[in-house]
């Protein structure tokens, strides 16, 4: 039963052994060639010391430990026994069976002791050792453990029948007992075959590990090419240093570590390496033109006994004195052919612009650019440092007009593109500017001081990444270059807070991809055809406030091509002639060429500014000139009499807006017809229109001249006259929103001869007006009445339109109480009238008035009828103002008035009845000229009627009984008047 292949005890053997195996196996199989890793076991870089030892240990006592090893060895060479003692079954065990046996216990046996180096070697700490050593234990004595259950009975009767036959067992070879040693007849090597085995696997091994560890102390398995990105600003030039490394050429280690150098410049770029004291801590550090990786630090990790410098892949790294400097990536090169030495390629460098221009900031370049356009070019990058090296493996951009002596420069530092100012170079070389840069060793030194120092640097780009892909300036924003405190070390690098308004354009167009602007055309030189009047290589630039009109920009869009194509708005020598008009009034020329006439012309033809004016000038009612004489030769022998223009000439404020030349119109129906051209010109402005007229000889004929406001002839006309009579007519535009609150109340406010007008100039130009009417309109129409008032009798007071009181009108001219912001009372200070004007109907604006005292003024016509339109009028005071006309009866409509003084004045007619419907206190009239009766309607006065002044008057008739009803009445005077009859009240004097 115990050597049967068909018993359950063989079974369990072999299963037992197979679970052994197949863990051991599975183990193996997880640490070798498995990792991803091109190793076949990965191997720590290193460990410590004291770990080496107990790895070496470790792998002794293994070999030592494993009793299958050893007794697999033994009985393989000892051979199948010829005698058992014990259960009869062993006595037919065979060869095979028992060589089978011994090498299973043998492959267990090995794999357990090779397990146990493996994961030795691969373990960091000791207490990693000891626990895998452990576990392979436990996995080798598995057999032992289940024979143990065998003997207990847990796997049944016959298993532990079988275990205990095994126990008790026996067996001899060539009939002697195997433990008489003296009586067993062997071989040397058979008899120390086990120890030889055991020795020379533990050899093995051995040889094994030193082999690693000769090869961890020499740096074989550190990674022998890593890629380096320092984060941006960490160290001064970052992006120079950030690449691959590779392992020291000399093999150069510290601290048993290996050191790394900058592939390409081992010599001078920068170092990897391990500092076992720096301040007291040990650490990886990084620093550049230094062989010490202790000295000239620059970054550092936090404190660390790591030999692998890819533990540290995403890792914050410090300054020497303990400031963040970010995170520093660092990862294995797995291609470096394809990962190092990146470049522009071929391919990428055909497909960036062959010719970059400035834009923006030539003019205000304090160093003075000579250059505008600057031109690809590629350098040799034969004897590039570490930092010459990202730009010569990039284009540099050098100026058009650049020479060996004097050159501009655009290129790529490694972190950031610069554009230099004017480099003056100590050269004399009669060179081309491309051999001088492949050649001459000064052009390198210069490129590596603007790198290192930030020397010649006018301007920078913020930071470039190279997961943005930087082989092109195009597209980037500008600054001005940052400060550094240590002049040695000034890596050009933005400052933020100070950008610069410069672009860089590429001055080759492609319909794709780089198309010309505003409309261009992209001829087959990959230049641009600027058709609708654009600036720069690639039409780019705005034409604006250049004093030509340019038809595609006149758009609010362009603010109006700049203003360019509206008279007061246009800057420059070409305003009103560049786009200007071709034929004014829509008149063809009649001259001897259209060119001459053209030529002559000025005008804003193309003007559509909503903010401007709308002005429409009519010409028509030509007078015809039938002088047969003049006729025969201007007319070249024909009899048809003509007509002609005059000369029209319009300016606004200083500016012409429109100058048309005489033009004759040889046609007599021409002559029966009406031409208009519509000008634009500022709201605000004063204007006059002049003519020349047309003379023929001693006979000059003329036509009329209308000028309307808005964009027909439909529109408010402003000033009309015939040319042979008014040469001149002058007229203004108020400021927009005046214009449309006054022309509601008068279209006289263009017209500056009238009072009117002369109001609505002086209300653009306070300053204040045009403000308050956006704000409030019935605020401009009091400062309106109160500026017309003015224009009518000019004040004599120079504290006219001070800021004091209300609406800005001061004393002691005119005395003005505001409720709310609005008049109510109205007080002209005594003999303050400078010139002789009426009393203007605009007063009616002042809608919310309670008091009118004009009184001891002199002013000229009558009282206006409108002055009964106040609604809430208590006081009208107009007494020895030197006014005629008669009474308006439109007063007795003013519901509140309760005092009406109009004494002394020379006003004719009679009293209105109309003011026996008012409320009045007291009735001023005396000193006048008024005729006729006393209105028997003032008896309707009976309970308000206080004060009735009608003396010295030529009043006639019976004095009405229905004055002895004003029972309020206290002062009466009748006399110097012509009544016929009638008694007066008592209190009346006749």
């Known amino acids: 039963a115990c050597w049967k292949s068909n018993s359950r005890t063989f079974w369990i053997a072999l299963s037992v052994v ?103 070697v691969q373990s960091e700490t000791v207490f990693d050792v000891l626990l895998n050593f452990l576990g392979v234990k436990f996995v080798s004595e598995l057999d032992d453990l289940a024979f143990n259950l065998c003997q207990l009975g847990y796997f049944g009767v016959q298993p532990q029948r079988a275990s205990k036959c095994i126990v008790e067992a026996q067996f001899q070879q060539d009939d002697r007992n195997k433990a008489d040693e003296n009586t067993w007849n062997r071989s040397w090597f058979r008899k120390y075959a086990h120890v030889i085995g055991v020795f020379g696997i533990l050899a093995f091994l051995l040889g094994l590990f030193f082999f690693v560890l000769i090869s961890q102390n020499s740096g074989d398995f550190s990674a022998q090419e890593i890629s380096m990105t320092l984060a941006e600003g960490s160290v001064p030039f970052a992006a120079l240093f950030s690449g691959c490394y590779r392992s020291s050429r000399t093999g150069k280690m510290f601290v048993r570590r290996v050191a790394y150098e900058q592939m390409g410049f081992e010599d001078d770029g920068g170092l990897l390496g391990f500092c076992g004291d720096v301040d007291g801590e040990k650490a990886w550090t990084f620093t550049f033109n230094s062989v010490d990786p202790c000295k000239n630090i620059y970054a550092r990790t936090d404190a660390t006994t790591t030999f692998n410098i890819l533990e540290l892949g995403n890792s914050q790294w410090y300054s020497r ?82 020479t060996p002596t004097h050159y501009e420069l655009i290129l790529f530092t490694g972190q950031c593109w610069v554009l230099t100012r004017t480099i003056a170079a100590e050269s004399d070389s009669e060179l081309s500017m491309q051999d001088y840069m492949n050649e001459d060793a000064a052009f390198l030194s210069t490129l590596e001081t603007i790198v290192k120092t930030g020397d010649h640097v006018e301007l920078v780009t913020s930071s470039v990444t190279a997961a943005e892909g930087f082989p092109t300036p195009l597209g980037r924003r500008w600054y001005y270059m940052q400060k550094s405190e240590d002049p040695e070390l000034n890596y050009p690098s933005a400052d933020l807070s100070r950008p610069q308004e410069m672009n860089l354009r590429c001055a080759k167009c492609d319909n794709i991809t780089n198309p010309c602007y505003y409309g261009g055309i992209c001829r087959m030189d990959k230049t641009c055809d600027c058709v609708n009047g654009g600036g720069g290589a690639l039409c780019q630039e705005v034409p604006i406030r250049d004093g ?127 031409y208009a051209e519509t000008i634009h010109v500022p709201y605000g402005s004063e204007c006059e229109l002049s003519t020349n ?51 509601n109340y008068s279209s006289s406010i263009f017209d500056l001869s009238t009072h009117q007008g002369k109001a609505a100039s002086a209300l653009s130009n306070d300053g204040l007006s045009g403000f308050l009417c956006f704000e409030n309109s019935d605020l401009v129409l009091e400062r309106y009445a109160l500026a017309v008032l003015n224009a009518s009798v000019h004040f004599k007071s120079s504290n006219w339109g001070r800021a004091s009181n209300c609406h800005g009108f001061g004393a002691p001219a005119v005395r003005t109480t505001c409720t709310n912001d609005t008049i109510t009372s109205l007080v002209l200070g005594i003999d303050v009238v400078d010139q002789l004007g009426t009393i203007p109907t605009e007063l009616a604006l002042l809608s919310n008035l309670d008091h009118l005292a004009l009184r001891m003024n002199v002013f000229e016509g009558s009282i206006p009828s409108e002055l009964g339109l ?82 010295n008057n030529t009043l006639s008739g019976e004095i009405p009984s229905e004055l002895f009803a004003l029972s309020a009445l206290r002062s009466c005077t009748l006399g110097t008047n012509n009544f016929t009859g009638g008694l007066a009240p008592a209190i009346c004097t006749v």
Request: glycine share 10%.
């Open 18 to 120: 197979t679970v052994q195996i197949a863990f051991l196996l599975l183990l193996l199989t997880d640490q070798i060639g498995s990792t991803g890793e091109s190793d076949l076991v990965v191997v720590p870089v290193n460990v410590q010391s004291i770990v080496h030892a107990s790895q070496a240990l470790a792998t002794i006592v293994a070999i030592f430990d494993q009793d299958d090893l050893r007794s697999a060895i033994e009985g393989y060479f000892d051979g199948l026994p010829t005698r058992f003692k014990g259960d009869i079954a062993f006595q037919r065990m065979n060869k095979v069976q028992w060589n089978f046996s011994c090498g299973i216990r043998f492959v267990q046996g090995f794999l357990s002791v090779f397990a146990s180096f493996v994961l030795a």
């Open 321 to 402: 004195e303990g400031v963040s400097l970010g995170n520093t990536q660092i990862s294995r090169v797995l291609d470096s052919s394809a990962e190092c030495g990146k470049t522009i390629s071929d391919d990428a460098d055909d497909k960036l612009c062959e010719q970059l221009y400035v834009q923006g900031f030539v003019d205000g370049n304090q160093q003075g650019l000579r250059s505008t356009s600057f031109y690809k070019m590629k350098v040799n990058s034969t004897g590039a440092t570490v930092f010459t090296n990202q730009a010569l493996r990039h284009p540099i951009y050098v100026g058009s007009s650049s």
């Open 548 to 674: 030509r009109c340019d038809p595609y920009f006149n758009t609010e869009q362009y603010d109006w091509d700049g203003g360019d194509c509206c008279g007061g708005t246009c800057i420059g020598h070409q305003c009103g002639l560049a786009g200007g008009l071709s034929s004014p009034f829509g008149i063809n020329s009649n001259s001897s060429t259209v060119e001459d006439y053209q030529a002559s012309n000025m005008g804003y033809g193309n003007c559509v500014d909503p903010s401007m004016a709308p002005l429409t000038i009519e010409l028509n009612n030509f007078e015809l000139f039938d002088d047969e004489y003049w006729i025969s030769i201007l007319t070249h022998g024909s009899d048809d009499p003509f007509c002609s223009t005059a000369t029209i000439n319009v300016r606004c404020n200083g500016i012409t807006y429109i100058h048309a030349p005489q033009n004759v119109l040889f046609n007599t129906s021409d002559c029966g017809l009406a």
């Open 693 to 743: 007229i047309p003379c023929f000889g001693i006979f000059c004929i003329g036509h009329t001249v209308t000028v309307y406001y808005g964009k027909n002839t439909e529109s408010t006309m402003i000033r009309s006259g015939n040319v042979k009579n008014e040469s001149q007519l002058s007229f203004g535009v108020p400021l927009e929103c005046l214009t449309d609150v006054l022309l």
């Open 870 to 951: 106040f609604p809430r009028l208590a006081s009208m005071e107009l007494w020895e103002c030197g006014l005629s006309g008669t009474i308006p009866t439109e007063l007795g409509s003013i519901s509140n008035l309760s005092a009406l003084a109009l004494a002394t004045n020379g006003l004719t007619g009679t009293i209105p009845t109309e003011l026996g419907r008012l409320k009045l206190m007291g009735l001023w009239l005396s000193e006048n000229q008024l005729t006729g009766p006393i209105p028997s309607e003032l008896g309707t006065l009976e309970s308000s009627l206080v004060t009735l002044d009608l003396n």
